[in-house]
T-cell receptor, first 114, second 112 residues
C-alpha cells in the first residue's frame, strides 16, 4: 500500500513564525500536492510538484512556498504565519505512469496559529 | 473553470437506509470523476472512480455512474452501516492534468 506520511498530526505556532510542514511518500510517485481543508470550502490546492525541484502554484499559493529537493519529500513552508492560515493541511501523491491515477493522501496536519 | 457541486450536508440516516449523495460538475472535455471518503481523524481515501461516460465505479457497496448528459456522478448505497459515517468528497480531473477539483464535502452520520 502507498504510504504518505506527514510529520505532525497537530502543530501550534505563533504569528510571524516560519513554519515547515513535511510530507514523505514511499511509492516513488512523481506528483505531490499540498491542500488545505476548511469547513464549507472543501479542499483547496496550494502548490503541487511534478518532479524534483519543480513546483507550480495551485489555487491559493499566497503566503506559502514549497520545496522538493528529493523525489519522496515535499515540504510546505509558511514564510510568516498568520492566524488565517489556521487550518488542516493535507499532502497527497500520485503516479504519473498511466493516465488518471488516483491521489493518495496523508492523515493531515492540524495547524493552529496563535 | 472547473467546478464540482455536492449536496449540502450534514446527512443523517438510520442504519440500513438507502443513501444518495448528489454530485454535479462543470468541466470542459471529458474529465475523470472520483469519490473520496474521509473517516474521522484520517486523510482522504479513494472510494471509487469512473473515467468515461456511462462507466460505473463501485467499491464497498457504494456505486456511482458517470452521466455525461446530466453532468452528474451521484453516490449511492443500498444499505448503509454505522461504519459508513464519514465525510464524502466528489472530485474531478481533466485529461493531461493531474490536479483534482473537489466539492465541499458531505458529512454523513449513520445512527443505529
Amino acid at each position: 500500500d502507498v504510504k504518505v506520511t506527514q510529520s505532525s498530526r497537530y502543530l501550534v505556532k505563533r504569528t510571524g513564525e516560519k513554519v515547515f510542514l513535511e510530507c514523505v511518500q514511499d511509492m516513488d510517485h512523481e506528483n505531490m500536492f499540498w491542500y488545505r481543508q476548511d469547513p464549507g470550502l472543501g479542499l483547496r490546492l496550494i502548490y503541487f510538484s511534478y518532479d524534483v525541484k519543480m513546483k507550480e502554484k495551485g489555487d491559493i499559493p499566497e503566503g506559502y512556498s514549497v520545496s522538493r529537493e528529493k523525489k519522496e519529500r515535499f515540504s510546505l513552508i509558511l514564510e510568516s504565519a498568520s492566524t488565517n492560515q489556521t487550518s488542516m493541511y493535507l499532502c497527497a501523491s500520485s503516479s504519473a505512469r498511466g493516465q488518471r491515477q488516483p491521489q493518495h493522501f496523508g492523515d493531515g496536519t492540524r495547524l493552529s496559529i496563535l | 473553470g472547473d467546478s464540482v457541486t455536492q449536496m449540502e450536508g450534514p446527512v443523517t440516516l438510520s442504519e440500513e437506509a438507502f443513501l444518495t449523495i448528489n454530485c454535479t460538475y462543470t468541466a470542459t472535455g471529458y474529465p475523470s470523476l472520483f469519490w473520496y471518503v474521509q473517516y474521522p481523524g484520517e486523510g482522504l481515501q479513494l472510494l471509487l472512480k469512473a473515467t468515461k461516460a456511462d462507466d460505473k465505479g463501485s467499491n464497498k457497496g457504494f456505486e456511482a455512474t458517470y452521466r455525461k448528459e446530466t453532468t452528474s456522478f451521484h453516490l449511492e448505497k443500498g444499505s448503509v452501516q454505522v461504519s459508513d459515517s464519514a465525510v464524502y468528497f466528489c472530485a474531478l480531473s481533466r485529461p493531461g492534468n493531474e490536479k483534482l477539483t473537489f466539492g465541499t464535502g458531505t458529512r454523513l452520520t449513520i445512527i443505529p
